[in-house]
């Protein structure tokens, strides 16, 4: 049974950094693609980006050049580095795999 557990999400001004991790069970991992989604209030889902399993990256046209992703295979884990952050970037963040998602967590870009 897949589980995905996120963390790393809160406050933060505009301008600042976040780490959101992705912990992952019951898959097997290193053969998975990671996916970050999010969800603004009243919006659909969109795709933010993802990790394939060689660790090559896609990334959203919105968060290009601000945003990276990285996956730990030893420890099951894939983090999602936000810098720069803006108001609009401000969702709940939600990881993917296959059928799997997880609960997500809050991201607020406000000063």
């Known amino acids: 049974q897949v589980q995905l557990v996120e963390s790393g999400g809160g406050l933060v001004q505009p301008g600042g950094s976040l780490r959101l991790s992705c912990a992952a069970s019951g898959i097997p991992f290193h053969y998975s693609t990671m996916v970050w989604y999010r969800q603004a209030a009243g919006k659909q889902r969109v795709f933010v980006a993802q990790?394939?399993?060689?660790?090559?990256?896609d990334f959203a046209d919105s968060v290009k050049g601000r945003f990276g992703i990285s996956r730990d295979n030893a420890k099951n884990t894939v983090t999602l580095q936000m810098s720069s952050l803006k108001p609009e970037d401000t969702a709940v963040y939600s990881c993917k795999t296959g059928a799997g998602w997880g609960q997500g967590t809050q991201v607020t870009v406000s000063s």
């Open positions: 990790v394939l399993p060689d660790g090559s990256s």
